[in-house]
């Protein structure tokens, strides 16, 4: 039997206590050790009482660590320095492992030849039936298609000591898991997919989740730093709208200017491209919804809002990471 410890950085939301059920009552080779790392900058031990009680014979293999609220990346990092397995799976806290998990996991393990150093879970995002899904629910049901994703991801041990774990300087939950692997694969290892399946809930959110989310365009900075203007294609991501979400910021900022210096022609003409171009971004974010009075609502307010965000976050993020070394350097 291959050994195996998980690992999960939790902020110790709600979905916490459904994750730890499930892998308590996943059948299959139970793991060595589980570690929790608390990640909230803040923690307050007895928030964990009630999820860690759901655990039953697994609490005895179970350590709580802090984080400090240092973010996903380092919160894995201090969790996997901690295991002596050969293998660390990581699971979000937000997820619930399948009925079998946990013999499927140690299946697909044991199946992985010396070059594979990582294997990857099958995620499944459940969608309400009776309805179109939201633009919210469309994003994270991408999750089922993404490369690598550490919802549900096993590494080795020693690979993943050998590249210097995650790179914490990804700050949030995004593409500090497409980083690992395109420098893990750099090494001439693989990572595949296995058979064990995860269910990824959706998650409630507020209205202004995908404004908040365009942070993560000061990510998208860093790995063009690290790994090049082709990391999109390496990591086999889609590229997004950044471009032209940069456009439309500039004819909005353009026909402000414009204005303010008499030039009306010049500034109308701004505009109308900046109006074009937020009434295509919205409607292509309209369509494919349940068009709600509520969802039209806020489709149209943040599809105004998220070019100039995005666009800051990118120049802000490429600034910031301009002379970014490799990660190994920095954790040396």
Same mark, same amino acid.
Request: charged share 25%.
């Given at each position: 039997?291959?050994?195996?410890?998980?690992?999960?950085?939790?902020?110790?939301?709600?979905?916490?206590?459904?994750?730890?059920?499930?892998?308590?009552?996943?059948?299959?080779?139970?793991?060595?050790?589980?570690?929790?790392?608390?990640?909230?900058?803040?923690?307050?031990?007895?928030?964990?009482?009630?999820?860690?009680?759901?655990?039953?014979?697994?609490?005895?293999?179970?350590?709580?660590?802090?984080?400090?609220?240092?973010?996903?990346?380092?919160?894995?990092?201090?969790?996997?320095?901690?295991?002596?397995?050969?293998?660390?799976?990581?699971?979000?806290?937000?997820?619930?492992?399948?009925?079998?998990?946990?013999?499927?996991?140690?299946?697909?393990?044991?199946?992985?030849?010396?070059?594979?150093?990582?294997?990857?879970?099958?995620?499944?995002?459940?969608?309400?039936?009776?309805?179109?899904?939201?633009?919210?629910?469309?994003?994270?049901?991408?999750?089922?298609?993404?490369?690598?994703?550490?919802?549900?991801?096993?590494?080795?041990?020693?690979?993943?000591?050998?590249?210097?774990?995650?790179?914490?300087?990804?700050?949030?939950?995004?593409?500090?898991?497409?980083?690992?692997?395109?420098?893990?694969?750099?090494?001439?290892?693989?990572?595949?997919?296995?058979?064990?399946?995860?269910?990824?809930?959706?998650?409630?959110?507020?209205?202004?989740?995908?404004?908040?989310?365009?942070?993560?365009?000061?990510?998208?900075?860093?790995?063009?730093?690290?790994?090049?203007?082709?990391?999109?294609?390496?990591?086999?991501?889609?590229?997004?709208?950044?471009?032209?979400? #940069?456009? &439309?910021?500039? /004819?909005?900022?353009?026909?402000?200017?414009?204005? =303010?210096?008499? !030039? +009306? @022609? *010049?500034? %109308?003409?701004?505009?109308?491209?900046?109006?074009?171009?937020?009434?295509?971004?919205?409607?292509?974010?309209?369509?494919?919804?349940?068009?709600?009075?509520?969802?039209?609502?806020?489709?149209?307010?943040?599809? #105004?809002? &998220?070019?100039? /965000?995005?666009?800051?976050?990118?120049?802000?993020? =490429?600034?910031? !990471? +301009? @002379? *970014?070394? %490799?990660?190994?350097?920095?954790?040396?």
């Amino acid at each position: 039997m291959t050994a195996y410890a998980v690992v999960i950085p939790t902020l110790v939301r709600d979905t916490l206590a459904d994750c730890l059920a499930a892998l308590a009552a996943a059948t299959g080779p139970r793991p060595d050790e589980i570690v929790l790392v608390d990640d909230r900058p803040d923690p307050d031990p007895a928030a964990l009482d009630h999820p860690l009680g759901v655990l039953g014979d697994l609490r005895d293999r179970t350590t709580v660590l802090t984080g400090g609220g240092r973010g996903p990346a380092a919160a894995r990092n201090t969790g996997m320095r901690a295991v002596s397995a050969p293998w660390v799976a990581f699971l979000d806290d937000d997820v619930q492992v399948g009925p079998n998990w946990c013999a499927q996991l140690t299946e697909d393990l044991a199946d992985a030849p010396p070059d594979v150093a990582g294997v990857q879970g099958v995620i499944t995002v459940p969608l309400p039936g009776e309805r179109r899904p939201t633009d919210w629910e469309r994003g994270t049901a991408g999750l089922a298609r993404a490369r690598w994703i550490t919802a549900d991801m096993a590494y080795r041990t020693e690979a993943l000591k050998q590249v210097g774990g995650f790179d914490e300087r990804f700050p949030r939950a995004f593409r500090e898991d497409a980083d690992l692997a395109l420098r893990i694969l750099g090494r001439g290892l693989r990572i595949r997919r296995g058979s064990r399946t995860t269910r990824h809930p959706v998650r409630p959110a507020s209205r202004w989740a995908s404004l908040r989310q365009q942070r993560g365009n000061a990510d998208d900075a860093l790995m063009r730093r690290l790994h090049g203007p082709d990391w999109w294609d390496k990591a086999a991501a889609p590229r997004g709208r950044i471009r032209r979400h #940069a456009a &439309i910021t500039a /004819a909005g900022a353009a026909a402000c200017a414009l204005a =303010a210096t008499g !030039h +009306r @022609r *010049a500034a %109308a003409a701004c505009a109308l491209g900046w109006a074009a171009g937020t009434a295509e971004f919205a409607r292509a974010r309209i369509l494919p919804g349940p068009r709600t009075r509520d969802e039209v609502t806020t489709m149209l307010v943040t599809s #105004a809002l &998220i070019p100039p /965000a995005a666009t800051w976050h990118r120049l802000a993020g =490429a600034w910031r !990471h +301009r @002379r *970014a070394p %490799a990660w190994q350097e920095v954790a040396r």
